[in-house]
């Protein structure tokens, strides 16, 4: 006679302190009956047995149930092939106590590090390192890694792997009920490239069997907004009424703070008292660029005729050491569009369209190789994709001058004499 296996689930009826219980594989045999644990832990909610469709296949939909199934099928099927050995070295015969032999303490093995592990690893080195916001999204990638498998080997980082957590990210809805865009989910493999990368130089994982080798994640062209010179006006010129909340001036001032020094939101959100400096020509900034490491200074005063100097000396009257406390990227971008709204900005604003709008602007005062070093970009090119053309300032100026106007580099040999202050037409 065979022995019949079946899965149980919650045998004690008992709840541990996460309302979860184990999930066991029960061996019955002549009257008789053993216990083996799958160490496989579920809610009340998530054991969903079906006898009819699936013998084995015991777990829903939740989570890890596919895995969580596999992890049964593969413990029932270890057991089984147990019994069959020891039928056939006994001439046929088993009972439930040989499995006694099975349940014998093994040599204990050296525990192997797997990729998700040395993720994990390398992202708590990379917290000391990296800005926090940085920090968050790498984070956020091995938790939807862990989502799609929860254990990844070395061995397990191939083509196939790769391709699956591709689809798996797109059609992962998030809030608004849709999977992912092109940009996020290679945002994502960008992501996971660098901490393959980083197997490779411990050695965990050779070269040629980066998988990103033959893999490439697709993107799509977006479209940069930045603000013309009358969005810009319109925006300047907003006010809010009592219904408003209260953040709602607060992010306004800091984005235009940042169209009018193109600094980045990272810089923005962190300024203090300290980073500003008295001169006899007025305010100047003083900082180290998060992303570069690398001092920067501005003169406020020279700058769009001091409207940059106007809101950091509305906000170092306060009471706050930091200027623009309590405004995080995620909530500054949305609150950004609503003013764009209400300020008839028909375009997709985020924080980062500060640059875009600086950089257009600044370039036509100071030249493309002082913008870039205004912008703290290592490459010109990087530069060339912040400029935009306004189509109808663009027209205007061939209606007035017959042609467009040639924007040259600058020659002089400082910007920031009195004579040179940067205006805005």
């Given at each position: 006679?065979?022995?019949?296996?079946?899965?149980?689930?919650?045998?004690?009826?008992k709840?541990?302190?996460?309302?979860k219980?184990?999930?066991?594989?029960?061996?019955?045999?002549?009257?008789?009956r053993?216990?083996?644990?799958?160490?496989?832990?579920i809610?009340?909610?998530?054991?969903?047995?079906?006898?009819?469709?699936?013998?084995?296949?015991?777990?829903?939909?939740?989570?890890?149930?596919?895995?969580?199934?596999?992890?049964?099928?593969?413990?029932i099927?270890?057991?089984?092939?147990?019994?069959?050995?020891?039928?056939?070295?006994?001439?046929?015969?088993?009972?439930?106590?040989?499995?006694?032999?099975?349940?014998?303490?093994?040599?204990?093995?050296?525990?192997?590090?797997?990729?998700?592990?040395?993720?994990a690893?390398?992202?708590?080195?990379?917290?000391?390192?990296?800005?926090?916001?940085?920090?968050?999204?790498?984070?956020?990638?091995?938790?939807?890694?862990?989502?799609?498998?929860?254990?990844?080997?070395?061995?397990?980082?191939?083509y196939?792997?790769?391709?699956?957590?591709?689809?798996?990210?797109?059609?992962?809805?998030?809030?608004?009920?849709?999977?992912?865009?092109?940009?996020?989910?290679?945002?994502?493999?960008?992501?996971?490239?660098?901490?393959?990368?980083?197997?490779?130089?411990?050695?965990?994982?050779?070269?040629?069997?980066?998988?990103?080798?033959?893999?490439?994640s697709?993107?799509?062209?977006?479209?940069?907004?930045?603000?013309?010179?009358?969005?810009?006006?319109?925006?300047?010129?907003?006010?809010?009424?009592?219904?408003?909340?209260?953040?709602?001036?607060?992010?306004?001032?800091?984005?235009?703070?940042?169209?009018?020094?193109?600094?980045?939101?990272?810089?923005?959100h962190?300024l203090?008292?300290?980073?500003?400096?008295?001169t006899?020509?007025?305010?100047?900034?003083?900082?180290?660029?998060?992303?570069?490491?690398?001092?920067?200074?501005?003169?406020?005063?020279?700058?769009?005729?001091?409207?940059?100097?106007?809101?950091?000396?509305?906000?170092?009257?306060?009471?706050?050491?930091?200027?623009?406390?309590?405004?995080?990227?995620?909530?500054?971008?949305?609150?950004?569009?609503?003013?764009?709204?209400?300020?008839?900005?028909?375009?997709?604003?985020?924080f980062?369209?500060?640059?875009?709008?600086?950089?257009?602007?600044?370039?036509?005062?100071?030249?493309?190789?002082?913008?870039?070093?205004?912008?703290?970009?290592?490459?010109?090119?990087?530069?060339?994709?912040?400029?935009?053309v306004?189509?109808?300032?663009?027209?205007?100026?061939?209606?007035?001058?017959?042609?467009?106007?040639?924007?040259?580099?600058?020659?002089?040999?400082?910007?920031?004499?009195?004579?040179?202050?940067?205006?805005?037409?």
């Amino acid at each position: 006679m065979q022995v019949e296996y079946k899965v149980v689930f919650n045998r004690k009826k008992k709840l541990n302190n996460k309302g979860k219980a184990l999930i066991q594989i029960e061996a019955y045999l002549d009257g008789s009956r053993r216990y083996f644990s799958t160490d496989i832990y579920i809610t009340p909610q998530e054991w969903k047995p079906s006898p009819l469709k699936a013998k084995y296949i015991a777990v829903g939909t939740y989570n890890n149930g596919a895995y969580y199934n596999k992890l049964i099928l593969d413990k029932i099927q270890e057991l089984s092939s147990f019994e069959q050995k020891c039928r056939v070295n006994n001439n046929g015969i088993f009972s439930l106590s040989d499995f006694d032999i099975l349940n014998q303490p093994k040599p204990v093995k050296p525990i192997l590090l797997t990729f998700t592990e040395f993720y994990a690893q390398q992202l708590e080195i990379e917290k000391k390192n990296i800005e926090f916001v940085t920090w968050q999204q790498q984070k956020t990638n091995l938790d939807f890694l862990k989502e799609y498998c929860p254990v990844i080997a070395f061995e397990d980082l191939t083509y196939a792997l790769i391709e699956g957590y591709d689809q798996f990210l797109k059609k992962r809805k998030g809030r608004d009920g849709k999977g992912m865009k092109l940009n996020s989910v290679d945002k994502r493999h960008r992501q996971m490239k660098k901490y393959i990368a980083l197997a490779i130089n411990h050695g965990h994982l050779p070269y040629d069997q980066n998988p990103y080798l033959k893999f490439k994640s697709k993107k799509e062209s977006v479209n940069k907004a930045w603000l013309s010179n009358l969005e810009w006006e319109r925006l300047e010129n907003l006010t809010f009424d009592s219904e408003s909340t209260p953040l709602m001036e607060l992010v306004k001032d800091m984005f235009l703070f940042s169209t009018y020094t193109g600094l980045r939101y990272s810089d923005v959100h962190v300024l203090t008292k300290k980073s500003f400096q008295n001169t006899p020509d007025g305010l100047e900034l003083v900082i180290t660029a998060i992303k570069t490491n690398k001092p920067f200074r501005l003169p406020l005063s020279h700058l769009f005729d001091g409207k940059p100097q106007e809101i950091a000396n509305k906000y170092l009257n306060s009471d706050k050491n930091r200027l623009f406390y309590g405004i995080t990227n995620p909530k500054a971008n949305k609150l950004i569009k609503e003013i764009a709204k209400l300020a008839k900005i028909n375009k997709y604003l985020t924080f980062h369209s500060s640059r875009h709008t600086f950089a257009t602007h600044m370039v036509q005062k100071v030249g493309l190789l002082y913008a870039q070093s205004l912008l703290q970009h290592g490459d010109i090119k990087t530069t060339s994709g912040y400029l935009h053309v306004d189509q109808v300032e663009m027209f205007e100026q061939l209606k007035n001058n017959g042609e467009i106007e040639r924007i040259g580099d600058a020659t002089k040999t400082t910007i920031w004499k009195s004579s040179d202050k940067i205006e805005r037409k």
